[in-house]
């Protein structure tokens, strides 16, 4: 008799299986192996346990969704975790993060950590940037640690009844957030190596851990992620504040570039888009018409 459940942990090469509220230990067949196909958390698959009590992955049912780094599937939103400071803010990385999300229709919420470690002139700064992608995404911050139980409170909200994926550079602070929405997760911590201003990896499994009600997973930490199956033609697509300008472009399939009379550059002269977005955008525009092929 074959069961459906969700893998709810990867470890080496086993898989823990959810149904219901009980977990069973499986591995994958050898065929999936054949067909290249690894089962990742977040997968939905029929398995069997045999007659000495051994769990095998007979079926991987067809994905919504899937991320690469981390490897995860079937995602609904993603916490994205960016440090206001330590390591430094890297507005490229995260723009580099939501392509990736739009581009695999997860919806992206921007969690900004580490800001009551902002100095004024720091905040004042960082508040611009806040402000701006606010427009576009659900986005969290807490200036002061008075009011940080408020803001976790209001993010847990906009989670419900979700599978979720935490992400970010690391360093950034995903466990220090779990930690916080579930105090007795007591996740590791890293530390910041100063002088590369990069977080140690913390995390070394990919899980999905039960916090009030909603599915979260705690994934190993990046630094870099590629911008993969996205052309020069679907980039500005994933960008919802380009989107907003480019039906007034005058071309049509404008890619915001050296075309004349487009709307979106025009945007970025008025200071409606925020340069710094248009210039990773240009980047990651030069990125993918370097990109080399690769056949199959």
Known sequence: MTTKGRIKQSLSGYYDVLVEDKEYRT??????????????????????????????????YPRKNQLVRPPIANIDTAIVVSACVEPDFSPN???????????????????FSKADLLNQEQREKFESYFNYYSKYYSCYISFENENRQNVLN????????????????????????????????NLETGKISKA?????????????LDINGVMIADTPGFSSFE?????KDTLPLMYPDFVKYQDNCKFRGCLHLKEPKCAVKDAVNKGEILENRYINYVQFQDMLANKKVRYK
């Not at 590369?196 to 999905?208: D, E, I, N, Q």
């Open 227 to 231: 911008l993969l199956n996205i052309t």
């Open 93 to 111: 990385l995260l723009d580099r993060q939501l392509v990736m999300l739009e581009s695999n229709n997860v919806r992206p919420v921007l969690f």
């Open 154 to 185: 209001n993010l847990m909200c906009d989670l419900t009844n979700e599978i979720v994926v935490v992400m970010g550079q690391t360093g950034a602070g995903k466990s220090t957030l779990l930690n916080d929405l579930k105090p007795d997760l």
């Open 27 to 60: 591995r994958a067949r050898g065929n999936f192996r054949k067909k290249k196909m690894t089962p990742v958390v977040g997968d939905w698959v029929d398995f069997k346990i045999d007659d000495n009590g051994d769990g095998y992955i007979l079926k991987i």
């Open 196 to 208: 590369l201003s990069r977080g140690k990896h913390t995390t070394r499994k990919v899980t999905l």
